[in-house]
């Protein structure tokens, strides 16, 4: 097995990471924030879209069962990537459409497979294709207050792991 790591954001985290778990050759799905600036920020901060944190999902995969570009198509398939900082009901810029890439080759990819959804959108794509960020570490264990979430999307079941990468925050607690 050759595992390999994808981050993707698109939406609100839980429906982009329920469908990630269905794709053949992935491995696991975490929910969590990526791309914004402030250190181990609380869900209601990220909802502020203060922090600059997107709802994002890191997929662990089997590149010898799943690629990349398989990964992205998926990803393409699964929002609409042309609305800013909204997916369906949810607004802000933490539901932003991003890919998160961990390589060169993965930028490569992300950017012809955007070039190629564009060539069949009439809308400008407004999908963010960044750099994973350079250093790691632990994610915060923080159960942030989820009272009101602002998702719309089913949740699935809990995880066991969370994102880490710096800086960002650890996803909140699912509710039961």
């Known amino acids: 097995m050759s595992e390999k790591t994808a981050s993707f954001a698109a939406g609100c985290f839980w429906g ?9 050759g992935v491995v696991d799905a975490v929910s969590g924030y990526m791309g914004g600036h402030a250190e181990n920020p609380t869900y209601k901060q990220v909802c502020t879209g203060d922090t600059g944190h997107a709802e994002t999902v890191q997929v662990t995969y089997d ?9 992205l198509e998926v990803f393409f398939d699964m929002h609409n990537p042309t609305t800013r900082n909204r997916q369906g009901p949810d607004v802000g810029s933490q539901y932003r459409s991003a890919v998160y890439f961990h390589s060169p080759e993965q930028e ?32 915060s264990t923080e159960a942030p207050d989820i009272s009101d979430t602002g998702c719309s999307l089913e949740r699935p079941p809990e995880s066991t792991t969370t994102l880490t990468a710096s800086p960002r925050a650890a996803p909140p607690a699912r509710p039961p």
Do not use: G, H, K, M
């Open 16 to 24: 982009v990471e329920a469908r990630f778990r269905e794709v053949p």
């Open 63 to 71: 590149d010898d069962e799943v690629d990349y570009a398989s990964l």
């Open 108 to 139: 490569e990819a992300a950017v012809a497979s955007r070039a190629r959804v564009q060539a069949q959108l009439s809308n400008p794509i407004t999908t963010e294709i960044v750099s994973w960020p350079p250093s790691a570490s632990p994610a």
